[in-house]
């Protein structure tokens, strides 16, 4: 271990945490890959995208501790990766990592990344119980890259969002905040001190009166880096205010307003000021939108998800069959459409029962589903290569059921010859192709969350440690073999998380590289 460079160690280390890869500040979108496992019960389940993270998070954790045990010199080479990611799932533990950054004031300067999950609803401690001693690790935090928190930060924003702008303003790249409306001036005051920003998701909840903006609305606002905006929620006063501002970088938007029917954004003209370099566009809405008009203001975009339950116009130059109408001209640039909803289309599911109590909605909602499945074809979209159903309740439901019910296999059929005719990928949100449902014996490792992460915890703990004491016992290759062939190993473990995120339109292992 003495005859070791620290710069070798390090290098291992680094290989064996993922770490090694190109910095990626993306945020995963609708068309992150969600992922099949099988549960305790016997029965499949799906896991998010999200999920998928917290549990790398978790094996990453694991395994670097199970380094750190092996030894004191490994234990302060550990040390950096340990600290770059701050992965919270327990509100409590936010104070044990203040206590420790206060005895140790030289680990914030390995912090990269503070991500703050959603708590669960029997963790009796929230945000505010704990926000000074985050608000402390955010100000040591000097080089801090990314700033996530999945759980409400309703009433606690202002001083966090003056430790961000204090602390790590010139280095903050990727922002996720879930916050009231009622705090919407403040995050726009905020945005105007963050010019390093790439990735920006805000989800904003009903607020609790009139939203008052004052000095903030009309600020002449740019965000020279920005090129991911997410919203969701309660964001019409935020799109209003954002059409006016200046994105050069822009290039991928997703706005998704929930159940909300009414005071709904000008959508059209916010891509009329800012969708002419969109490459990606999600939109998720319950009322309909003009989808021509608004794929007439992106002409640069290559992947375009929607609500397949829009009772949209009907195209009026086909006169065999029925088609809505998605296009004034054809779109050449468009190769990916992201379906929303079709929870009607296959009759599986809760949406089966609500159909056979109200024949006549389903009847209507179906009858649009076809329209508008019948417009993605080569004619509207030449360049188009894939179709993904977007709902993951439907594909459960799908599962569920092993399939399409009798009554609505037809239309089941007459999608798949369409794709198949045109030589178009029909996927799911796994990105399996649709119909393809996991089957017993295609994997054998059960999986409940909690029984998953110990079993994994323990299996990758007695894998490092071997790898470790090869290292430390003789060996009568030359040491140089020795080490070259550790990094090989740790390669070939972290490839299975490498790649580009912009192959998968930001898939979520951007949250493997920090």
Same mark, same amino acid.
């Given at each position: 271990m003495a005859d070791l460079p620290a710069e070798v160690w390090l290098r291992i280390l680094e290989l064996a945490a993922g770490d090694d890869q190109p910095l990626d500040y993306a945020l995963p979108t609708s068309m992150t890959e969600s992922s099949w496992f099988k549960m305790l019960s016997g029965n499949w389940g799906l896991r998010t995208p999200h999920e998928s993270c917290y549990l790398r998070e978790r094996e990453r954790l694991a395994m670097l501790k199970a380094v750190a045990s092996t030894c004191k010199s490994l234990r302060q080479y550990v040390s950096e990766f340990l600290y770059k990611s701050l992965f919270f799932t327990n509100a409590a533990h936010i104070q044990t990592l203040a206590f420790l950054f206060d005895q140790d004031r030289n680990l914030g300067k390995w912090a990269r990344r503070i991500h703050i999950v959603r708590y669960p609803v029997e963790d009796k401690v929230h945000m505010q119980d704990v926000l000074e001693p985050l608000l402390s690790i955010v100000r040591r935090s000097r080089k801090l890259q990314f700033f996530i928190a999945e759980c409400p930060v309703l009433g606690s924003f202002a001083p966090i969002a003056d430790a961000l702008c204090c602390s790590c303003s010139r280095t903050l790249r990727t922002l996720h905040l879930n916050l009231s409306s009622d705090e919407m001036a403040k995050v726009i005051w905020t945005l105007d001190l963050l010019p390093a920003l790439v990735s920006l998701h805000l989800d904003f909840a009903a607020p609790s009166g009139d939203i008052v903006l004052g000095s903030a609305s009309g600020l002449a606002l740019t965000l020279p880096n920005l090129q991911q905006l997410s919203l969701r929620g309660f964001v019409a006063e935020f799109i209003e205010e954002a059409t006016a501002w200046v994105f050069p970088s822009l290039r991928i938007v997703s706005f998704d307003f929930m159940h909300f029917h009414e005071d709904l954004p000008d959508i059209l003209e916010f891509l009329t000021h800012q969708g002419r370099n969109l490459t990606f566009l999600d939109i998720y809405s319950i009322p309909p939108l003009d989808v021509a008009s608004v794929l007439d203001l992106c002409?640069?975009?290559?992947?375009? *998800?929607? /609500?397949? &339950?829009? %009772?949209?116009? +009907? &195209? *009026?130059?086909?006169?065999?069959?029925? @088609?809505?109408?998605? +296009?004034?001209?054809?779109?050449?640039?468009?190769?990916?459409?992201?379906?929303?909803?079709?929870?009607?289309?296959?009759? +599986?599911?809760?949406?089966?029962?609500? *159909?056979?109590?109200?024949?006549?909605?389903?009847?209507? @909602? %179906?009858?649009?589903? &076809?329209?508008?499945? *019948?417009?993605? /074809?080569?004619?509207?979209?030449?360049n188009l290569s894939r179709i993904r159903v977007l709902d993951r309740t439907l594909l459960r439901d799908l599962e569920v059921a092993n399939g399409p019910h009798g009554s609505c296999f037809s239309r089941w059929e007459r999608w798949w010859a369409q794709c198949a005719r045109q030589r178009i990928r029909l996927e799911d949100c796994t990105g399996a192709e649709l119909g393809n449902l996991p089957e017993d014996g295609e994997d054998d490792e059960f999986d409940d969350g909690e029984g998953e992460e110990e079993e994994g915890d323990v299996d990758d703990e007695e894998e490092i440690v071997e790898v470790i004491e090869e290292v430390f016992v003789q060996d009568p290759r030359d040491p140089l073999t020795v080490i070259r062939d550790l990094v090989e190993e740790c390669r070939a473990v972290s490839e299975e998380l490498s790649g580009s995120v912009m192959d998968q339109f930001y898939d979520t292992r951007a949250f493997s590289h920090y």
């Open positions: 002409p640069m975009l290559q992947t375009f *998800a929607f /609500n397949m &339950d829009w %009772r949209l116009p +009907v &195209d *009026a130059s086909v006169t065999n069959t029925t @088609v809505a109408k998605l +296009v004034h001209s054809p779109h050449m640039n468009i190769t990916t459409i992201g379906c929303y909803e079709l929870l009607y289309a296959f009759g +599986v599911g809760y949406a089966a029962a609500h *159909a056979n109590a109200s024949p006549l909605a389903a009847q209507h @909602v %179906r009858h649009s589903n &076809d329209m508008n499945f *019948a417009a993605l /074809n080569k004619q509207n979209f030449p």
